[in-house]
């Protein structure tokens, strides 16, 4: 504890008096600091005691006096000291009147206690406290790294709350909560979650104070890296002391150099990867086995899903730009989230970096880590509709292809099938595609690309020439007799004209295209150009 007021009260040398304030005594002291200026507040910082002989003050005038106080209490001095036996036998009554009135601490020096006493106590008391400071901040600094070395990042949060007496909680990637300590504080510390995914945004390192008075919380990100990987949140019900910012500052850097470990030990995890999708892929699923052990030998026992992320350029906004946040990489956010959905459930995931842009995942079908794929693709697409979209910087959004359950002997089916999705994600601008959605629904929405477009326009257009010039309306007669699998009757009734009429139609269409409605390639080709251009119009 700092000086106070009443350790200097209490120390038997300098024999100090109490004729005001009585219960403020408690206040702590930064500085003892002798001035005669009638108007000394111009220089003080706030917290000191002022030490006076009145050489220069009207000290019986009670107006001149109560304006005196005013003024010292405004700038926050902690006390005042008073020498009797110099220009007063003793502390003027308007004084101590004024004293009482603003609860100002007003202490009487006798005459034999020399000013410099007083400031020399201060200022042994203040180093001392300093020197307890750093003493007690070395030892929890001993503390944190014992508790890393034995307890890992649990037993450093432990440490670190009894260190600042209240709550520590430790993040992961993804913002979710990984650890707290106490038990008691996860409700606490999950309500941050908002905070830290903001916090992430800001390049490592970066801090953040929420709340005040007596629900204090300071988040710090932990990593060395531009962009952090996790966060520790640290909870207090006032602010912190020297020591216990010491501790905090020995968590974090004990924290860093764990998360720095563990991301060491990630890497070599996605070599090792790398490798077993290589062997699934070149259709060796027993060496794939032996080679992933008990890292990944679980999660090719089960049914798994092949997962193919890319970026691709975000659309324009409305002012040119791409409608992008800065701070994010789409394919890190991407793993994090799959990874640590995986850990929370105790599952394995196989995440493997296929060059700068793209990321292969391999995870158990219907596990945590799919759940997870599926709701950060869902929040994406929201993102996007309504104009929240947070990806990268240079304008890069999310496009990810999904594969049908599959085995170990059926990887390179499913790495074909996650290909193929991801294809249609990109045309469709969907953030997730899965291969089920493929072969459950129709063929039509694949019409929607710019060359099949292409294709229709340019086959379609010597009949819409022919059209527009009012001579007859061969399309629409061609879409008619098409969808009526070539019967001219039906075909006929619903274009309201004689069945001979639309055999003159058809004849036309034959002309000017120059080929035949008996080749059924030919029926087939105009089919997809007239829905593709149906699908373009729409």
């Known amino acids: 504890m700092p000086p106070t007021l009443a350790s200097l009260v209490q ?24 001035s005669e200026l009638t108007d000394p507040v111009p220089y003080m ?5 002022l030490l006076i002989t009145a050489l220069k003050l009207d000290a019986e005038d009670p107006q001149a006096m109560r304006r005196y106080v005013r003024r010292l209490v ?46 020399k106590e201060v200022s042994a008391a203040i180093a ?18 014992r508790q890393a070395l034995s307890g890992g ?17 430790l993040y992961d990637a993804s913002g979710s909560v ?39 919380v300071e988040l710090h990100s932990l990593g ?44 070599a995890e996605q070599r090792l990867g790398a490798a077993v999708l290589r062997m699934l892929l070149a259709g060796e699923p027993d060496h794939a086995r032996t080679v992933a052990g008990e890292l990944y030998g679980g999660l090719l026992d089960a049914p798994f899903r092949l997962l193919i992320a890319e970026t691709a350029p975000a659309p324009r906004g409305k002012n040119g730009g791409a409608q992008a946040v800065a701070g994010h990489d789409p394919l890190a956010d991407l793993a994090d989230v799959v990874e640590a959905a995986a850990a929370r459930a105790g599952e394995a995931v196989l995440v493997v970096p296929d060059g700068g842009d793209r990321l292969v995942l391999l995870f158990a079908d219907g596990g945590a880590a799919a759940t997870a794929c599926l709701q950060l693709a869902a929040v994406t697409d929201a993102a996007r509709a309504d104009g929240r979209d947070q990806q990268a910087a240079d304008g890069e959004q999310l496009v990810v292809g999904l594969s049908a359950p599959a085995g170990p002997i059926a990887a390179a089916t499913a790495y074909k099938q996650a290909e193929q999705a991801l294809s249609v994600a990109r045309r469709r601008g969907r953030t997730l595609v899965e291969h089920e959605e493929l072969a459950a629904g129709s063929v039509l929405p694949l019409l929607a690309d710019d060359a099949v477009r292409a294709f229709a326009d340019g086959m379609l257009r010597a009949l819409r020439e022919h059209d527009a010039t009012g001579r007859g309306d061969l399309v629409a007669s061609l879409r008619a007799w098409l969808s009526r699998h070539g019967q001219w009757d039906a075909a006929a009734a619903d274009l309201g004209v004689h069945r001979h009429t639309l055999r003159y139609r058809m004849r036309r269409v034959e002309e000017i295209l120059g080929r035949s409605l008996d080749d059924p390639d030919a029926r087939m080709e105009l089919w997809l150009a007239l829905k593709a251009s149906s699908t373009s119009s729409d």
């Open 178 to 216: 990984v650890a707290t300590a106490p038990e008691w504080a996860a409700r606490r510390a999950a309500r941050l979650t908002s905070e830290v995914e903001r916090l992430r945004d800001r390049p490592a390192p970066a801090s953040a104070l929420i709340g005040e008075s007596d629900d204090r």
């Open 45 to 49: 910082e706030g917290g000191e005691l």
């Open 128 to 145: 001392a406290e300093q020197y307890r400071s750093v003493t007690d901040g070395f030892a929890a600094q001993r503390e944190l790294t």
């Open 224 to 267: 060395a890296g531009r962009r952090p990987r996790t966060a520790l949140a640290v909870g207090t019900a006032a602010a912190l002391g020297t020591t216990e910012r010491y501790a905090v500052h020995s968590a974090i850097a004990l924290l860093t150099l764990t998360t720095e470990r563990s991301r060491s030990l990630h890497a």
């Open 11 to 34: 120390h038997s040398k300098l024999k100090l008096t109490v004729r005001a304030g009585e219960d403020r005594l408690d206040t702590p002291v930064r500085w003892a600091h002798a």
């Open 153 to 169: 990042p649990e037993g450093v949060l432990t440490a670190l709350a009894a260190q600042v007496d209240g709550w520590a909680a």
């Open 74 to 119: 405004g700038a926050g001095v902690s006390g005042l000291g008073f020498a009797v036996g110099v220009h007063y036998d003793e502390v003027p009554e308007a004084l101590v009147d004024a004293a009482r009135a603003e609860h100002l601490p007003l202490l009487e020096v006798p005459r034999r206690t020399p000013f410099l006493a007083i400031t």
